[in-house]
């Protein structure tokens, strides 16, 4: 049973640091592909970062320069360094996996971030 855990949310002040973290079980993890989206609130959710088997990563342009994705797979965790945070990154992050032999996406329970003065 694949288990997404998502951990290091908070409230920051703008301009900030704050670093995410997903571990995760159940699957052959370094053949995966994850992530992270957010939703916030009145919004959809939405896209923030991939990084693929191949460690190849992907970004929202709304993040580019700012956050930061990572994988390790030795422990199992991919991590998300958010640096320069505004108020418009107040979101429940949520880790994503998708399973390469199947196709099949499975979700955190989510972390929430504010960012706040």
């Known amino acids: 049973q694949v288990q997404l855990v998502e951990s290091g949310g908070g409230l920051v002040q703008p301009g900030e640091s704050l670093t995410l973290s997903c571990a995760a079980s159940?699957?052959?993890?370094?053949?995966?592909?994850m992530g992270w989206y957010r939703r916030a609130p009145g919004k959809q959710r939405e896209l923030v970062a991939t990084?693929?088997?191949?460690?190849?990563?992907n970004y929202a342009d709304s993040v580019k320069g700012r956050f930061t994705i990572s994988r390790d797979n030795a422990k199992r965790t991919v991590y998300l360094q958010m640096d320069s945070l505004k108020p418009e990154d107040t979101a429940v992050y949520y880790c994503?996996?998708?399973?390469?032999?199947?196709?099949?996406?499975?979700w955190g329970q989510g972390t929430q971030v504010t960012v706040s003065s």
């Open positions: 159940g699957s052959i993890f370094s053949i995966n592909t």
């Open positions: 994503w996996e998708r399973l390469w032999n199947s196709g099949n996406d499975y």
């Open positions: 990084v693929g088997r191949d460690y190849r990563t």
